[in-house]
């Protein structure tokens, strides 16, 4: 059976490299801020790049902050994404999305240069169906300044002078920090977990 992947426009993100990472894996996906579309999709993800203030003002514009807080099948967030998710984000001094407990703040000076780019060992909690598959302590990549500090929604760590969640989780809703999409077969398996695996 066809699943309906659904990414949400947010006009703020390299939405194309999502969309054919999905497209490689042979799962046909559609981008779109349509309300309709965002409802009736079956999975959907909600990426990012830029600043949670931006992001945030898009989202508003186009009506979907309240469409996004009550929706019911999986959502994952990317990089950007996996921030809004949260209820704060330093980064503007804005409120985010409230989909979880946890706020967005810029990774602490321990003396490495921002942003964190690069690609880096994840540790995550075996029991998440995302990471079904994927080798403990596996790299991925990642591009971010901003971060959100381990919580009580952490399911998987990094460490860039201090752990920081690299991916989180609460309910229906899924973020990762790092991008699936430019992580080679460890970001495909990924994304395909979230289709297959993740209910």
């Excluded at 959907?44 to 949670?52: M, R």
């Excluded at 990471?131 to 990642?142: E, K, P, R, V």
Aim: net charge negative.
């Amino acid at each position: 059976m066809k699943t309906n992947i659904t990414i949400i426009d947010t006009q703020c993100a390299n939405l194309s490299s999502v969309k054919f990472a999905f497209e490689r894996l042979g799962y046909s996906a559609e981008i779109t801020n349509d309300l309709n579309k965002i409802k009736s999709a079956d999975k959907l993800i909600l990426p990012g790049v830029g600043t949670a203030k931006a992001a945030m003002l898009n989202l508003q514009r186009l009506g979907l902050v309240e469409i996004i807080q009550n929706l019911t099948q999986p959502v994952l967030g990317i990089c950007l994404g996996m921030q809004l998710m949260t209820e704060f984000s330093t980064e503007g001094n804005v409120s985010t999305l409230g989909l979880m407990s946890g706020q967005t703040e810029l990774i602490p000076d321990t003396g490495l240069p921002l942003p964190h780019m690069g690609w880096n060992r994840v540790h995550f909690d075996e029991n998440s169906p995302l990471f079904d598959g994927i080798a403990q302590d596996s790299h991925f990549y990642f591009v971010h300044s901003y971060a959100v500090l381990p919580n009580e929604n952490t399911i998987a760590t990094s460490q860039y002078g201090v752990d920081f969640s690299a991916a989180i989780a609460y309910e229906n809703f899924y973020g990762v920090q790092f991008h699936p999409e430019r992580s080679g077969e460890n970001g495909a398996l990924l994304l395909k977990n979230f289709v297959e695996k993740v209910k």
